[in-house]
């Protein structure tokens, strides 16, 4: 066999102040920031930890030393999707970010804002702001156009020019918050394509021609542009006036005049 030594520490009592909350701990460490280890009290690197003199025995109830623990504030910041939470010393929002290397954008909406001071247990939100521009393309319609040929029978019509649509551009800028889109602002047009206008045709050219006179009826006789005549009703006529060139297209829908008027 073989002789053995040991050496035993014994754990004594020590005094703690943890930000003013008395306590009275047992350890054989000498070491503070071991003392509360093995104690399960949780230090975060930022805290204060040292050690100090009992100076007054009456409101310690010890003499010696003990440990004094100042705890930094404690925030929470709300970015990405996510909460993170940070121990710090610093008096700002923005120290603090800029301590923890909290990446913030220019335009990005910090709340409560970055001068705002800082207290224990306080919620830093920080809004994602991105601005971009996006290009659409919008159809300018074409317009129609009729013109008259006496040249070509009445009733008929041709396309001479086919319309074809314009097209243009429209420039938009857009805000977005944490993705999600918040305002979109038109801030440019430009015309890539201009639209041709459609021309039409159409005939006035009768295709019989009757010389005679003409009666004026009230416009509650027939219905308006209705006429009598020795033709078939539905037919379309164009009544000139001979001394003035005025015309009107009427539709024939009564048979006449008798033949003993």
Known sequence: GGVVTASITRATPIKVDDDGKK???????????????????????????????????????????????????EIFVNVDGKT???????????????????????????????????????????????????KESEVIPFSSQMIEDANLEYGKTYVKQAGVNGKKELTYKIVSENGVMTSKTLIKTETINSPVTQIVVKGTKPRKTFYGKATWVPNNYYSVGGCAFRGYKGSTLKVTNLNNGKSVIVKVVDYGPATYT
């Open 84 to 134: 993170s939470e940070y121990h710090s010393w610093q008096d700002s929002v923005s120290r603090v970010l800029t301590e923890k290397k909290v990446l913030v954008g220019e335009k990005d909406k910090v709340s409560p804002s970055r001068t705002h001071y800082i207290f224990n247990g306080m919620t830093i939100t920080i809004v994602r702001v991105a601005e971009s521009e996006v």
């Open 23 to 73: 306590l009275t701990l047992y350890s054989g460490y000498e070491n503070p920031r071991k003392v509360l280890q093995q104690n399960n009290i949780k230090i975060f690197n930022e805290d204060k930890v040292w050690e100090d003199l009992i100076f007054d025995y009456y409101s310690e109830n010890s003499l010696g030393k003990k440990i004094i623990i100042k705890r930094s504030q």
